[in-house]
């Protein structure tokens, strides 16, 4: 059941630059400036979410993370890493017309075959959804809140 997780002021917040191909967004990660999409718009403000409320360092943050599993390539939107660069967080995001269903988490869990982290989290910009995953007992659990003690 997802939770409510507005990044609309974050949005209004995001560094923007037009240049030869139109307007641009800051990728805070990766300090380039990125064609402007939906789906964009909702990573990078959670990003500034994550940097601002929650006090994550960007410098644990990485985006457009490359995985190859099953000879696919694919691309995970936003990994979280703890304090010794451990991976601690796929999170997949989605434009904000985009619900949050049982094939976004099948996503992200796939990634998580090659990743290992202990939390997921899907987000749309409106809404998220957050999981603990416990390998030893193979549990899996929604959450209700981002689990910031894990990040400090």
């Known amino acids: 059941m997802p939770i409510s997780f507005d990044l609309f002021s974050y949005a209004n917040r995001l560094e923007i630059k ?11 990660t990766r300090k380039v400036y990125l064609k402007i999409t939906p789906e964009e718009i909702v990573r990078q403000s959670l990003i500034l979410r994550f940097k601002e409320e929650y006090r994550i360092p960007v410098s644990r943050m990485r985006t457009e993370y490359e995985i190859v599993q099953n000879n696919l390539k694919k691309r995970i939107d936003l990994l979280l890493y703890d304090k010794e660069g451990r991976p601690l967080m796929i999170v997949e995001t989605k434009a904000p017309e985009v619900r949050l269903t049982q094939k976004t988490i099948d996503q992200v869990a796939f990634y998580n075959n090659v990743i290992f982290a202990p939390w997921l ?24 809140d981002f689990p910031l003690n894990d990040f400090i």
Do not use: H, W
């Open 18 to 28: 037009q240049n030869k191909s139109g307007p641009c967004l800051l990728d805070l």
């Open 121 to 144: 989290m899907i987000a749309n910009g409106i809404d998220a959804m957050i999981a603990a995953i416990d390998f030893q007992s193979k549990d899996t659990r929604e959450v209700y």
